[in-house]
Nanobody, 127 residues
C-alpha cells in the first residue's frame, strides 16, 4: 500500500520558516515525481512545487518561487519542502502526492497522475 505521511507544519510568524517532510512507506519514492499541493479554506487545491524522480528537475508556483525549496533524500525515502519568508497567504493545509511521471511540465498542474496522497499538515502564518 502506497502511504505518504507529512509532518512539520505548525504556527509561525510572518517572515518565519518551516520545513515540511513527506515520508513514504510501502513503496520507494525513487520512481515517482513528488509534488506539494496546498489548500486554503474556501479555495481550490493548488500545486506549489514538484521534484522529478531523478532529482534533476524542480518546479515552483510563482507565488512561492524564491522562498520555497523542494528536495528529496531517496535514501531516507523522504521529500522536503523548505519554506522561508512565510506570508499569511501561505496559510493552508499542505499535502504531498506521488505522481506517476511523464511530462514534467504537468507535475502539480494536473492531479490525474497522482497515485497517493498524504493526509495533510496544517501551516498557519500569523502574528
Amino acid at each position: 500500500q502506497l502511504q505518504l505521511v507529512e509532518s512539520g507544519g505548525g504556527l509561525v510568524q510572518p517572515g518565519g520558516s518551516l520545513r515540511l517532510s513527506c515520508a513514504a512507506s510501502g513503496f520507494s519514492l525513487d520512481y515517482y515525481y513528488i509534488g506539494w499541493f496546498r489548500q486554503a479554506p474556501g479555495k481550490e487545491r493548488e500545486g506549489v512545487s514538484c521534484i522529478s524522480s531523478s532529482n534533476t528537475n524542480t518546479y515552483y508556483a510563482g507565488s512561492v518561487k524564491g522562498r520555497f525549496t523542494i528536495s528529496r533524500d531517496n535514501a531516507k525515502n523522504t521529500v522536503y519542502l523548505q519554506m522561508n519568508s512565510l506570508k499569511p497567504e501561505d496559510t493552508a493545509v499542505y499535502y504531498c502526492a506521488a505522481d506517476l511521471g511523464g511530462p514534467f511540465e504537468l507535475c502539480v498542474r494536473t492531479q490525474l497522475r497522482i497515485v497517493s496522497w498524504g493526509q495533510g499538515t496544517q501551516v498557519t502564518v500569523s502574528s
